[in-house]
């Protein structure tokens, strides 16, 4: 193991920035889904999308678009976005102390 890796905080650091690039691949893959008019009836699909749902569940109303899909994009993509920064941050300042 590399020496960068031994400490608890970059650990912890490197947790935390997987755990939100998760969360950010969940909400994206939902998103791909959905434009891709994925069968709703398929165990994965429902399964990434109530997981999509509940990541999202701040935002993704949040948008009044006439077309369903920029709602989808606008609304599920914020939250990509907005977990991607926030871990990525924390994960920065954990890192460096």
Same mark, same amino acid.
């Given at each position: 193991?590399?020496?960068?890796?031994?400490?608890? #905080?970059? =650990? #912890?650091? *490197?947790?935390?920035?997987?755990?939100? +690039?998760?969360?950010?691949?969940?909400?994206?893959?939902?998103?791909?889904? $959905?434009?891709? /008019? &994925?069968?709703?009836?398929? &165990?994965?699909? =429902? @399964? %990434? /999308? +109530? *997981? #999509?749902?509940?990541?999202?569940?701040?935002?993704? +109303?949040? @948008? *009044?678009?006439?077309?369903?899909? &920029?709602? %989808?994009?606008?609304? $599920?993509?914020? &939250? #990509? %976005?907005? $977990?991607?920064?926030?871990?990525? *941050?924390?994960?920065?300042?954990?890192?460096?102390?």
């Amino acid at each position: 193991m590399s020496p960068r890796y031994r400490n608890g #905080a970059n =650990q #912890a650091g *490197t947790v935390i920035a997987v755990v939100a +690039d998760v969360m950010a691949l969940i909400l994206g893959l939902w998103i791909l889904m $959905y434009l891709l /008019h &994925a069968n709703p009836a398929n &165990a994965l699909v =429902q @399964f %990434v /999308h +109530d *997981t #999509a749902r509940w990541l999202a569940g701040w935002s993704r +109303d949040l @948008f *009044t678009f006439n077309k369903a899909w &920029a709602r %989808v994009v606008a609304g $599920y993509g914020l &939250a #990509a %976005v907005v $977990y991607l920064f926030i871990g990525h *941050t924390i994960a920065n300042r954990i890192q460096r102390h």
